[in-house]
């Protein structure tokens, strides 16, 4: 049974620092592109960031670049995403992927039960 489970999410002040994992299993995931969506309240899913299967190549959304880092350990079957400088509009659900049908940013096939992330402003 393919499984994503994310973990890490909490309660974090404005400008505060997060980092959340997804531990993959179920499968071998070393060989597909994993990365991160999230939804607020109210607001539809988006697109947060990926990662190529060997990690040369990372996609970030506009509102958290150079804020967010993803990354991967392959060795681990991990995904990993570093939040720094979050901002209260950061708040929401955050889903981790895997194994996209076509593009980073579309649909993929694997996904997480998600984690909370809110942070205060």
């Known amino acids: 049974q393919v499984q994503l489970v994310e973990s890490g999410g909490g309660l974090v002040q404005a400008g505060g620092s997060l980092r959340l994992s997804c531990a993959a299993s179920?499968?071998?995931?070393?060989?597909?592109?994993m990365g991160w969506f999230r939804q607020a309240p109210g607001k539809e899913r988006e697109f947060v960031a990926a990662i190529s299967w060997s990690g040369v190549y990372t996609d970030y959304a506009d509102s958290v670049k150079r804020r967010f880092t993803i990354s991967r350990d392959n060795a681990k079957n991990m995904v990993y995403l570093q939040m720094n400088s979050l901002k209260p509009e950061d708040t929401a659900v955050y889903y981790c992927v895997a194994a996209p049908r076509s593009r980073y940013r579309g649909e993929y096939d694997y996904w997480g039960q998600g984690t909370q992330v809110t942070v205060s402003s």
């Open positions: 179920g499968r071998t995931f070393s060989n597909v592109a």
